[in-house]
Nanobody
Framework: QVQLVESGGGLVQAGGSLRLSCAAS????????MGWFRQAPGKEREFVAA????????YYADSVKGRFTISRDNAKNTVYLQMNSLKPEDTAVYYC????????????????WGQGTQVTVSS
């Protein structure tokens, strides 16, 4: 079992930056692929980024590649999402997720979710 708590969301102007954090409880955190999804109003939840258990591999949606960076600190049971050059279309609730799976080029969410944190980017 893993419990996830996100923080770091807020309101920022276009071009600005935010850093999201996801603190996990449970001794098995380091075994999981961790990631972030987001959901904008009226849209489906979509994959944003993922990171392997060793942090040796990272994966990004095309829409955020080059602007967002995912990282993790297994000693602190925490995963981060550094978001730079934010755009209004990045506005969404961002969710931390544990135990993602990938099939081909598609990422599927795992069973463990945080409560979400709102990111709003004004133009």
């Amino acid at each position: 079992q893993v419990q996830l708590v996100e923080s770091g969301g807020g309101l920022v102007q276009a071009g600005g930056s935010l850093r999201l954090s996801c603190a996990a409880s449970g001794r098995t955190f380091s075994r999981y692929i961790m990631g972030w999804f987001r959901q904008a109003p009226g849209k489906e939840r979509e994959f944003v980024a993922a990171i392997s258990w060793s942090a040796g591999s990272t994966y990004y949606a095309d829409s955020v590649k080059g602007r967002f960076t995912i990282s993790r600190d297994n000693a602190k049971n925490t995963v981060y999402l550094q978001m730079n050059s934010l755009k209004p279309e990045d506005t969404a609730v961002y969710y931390c997720n544990a135990d993602l799976r990938r099939l081909g080029s598609t990422w599927y969410y795992g069973d463990y979710w945080g409560q979400g944190t709102q990111v709003t980017v004004s133009s």
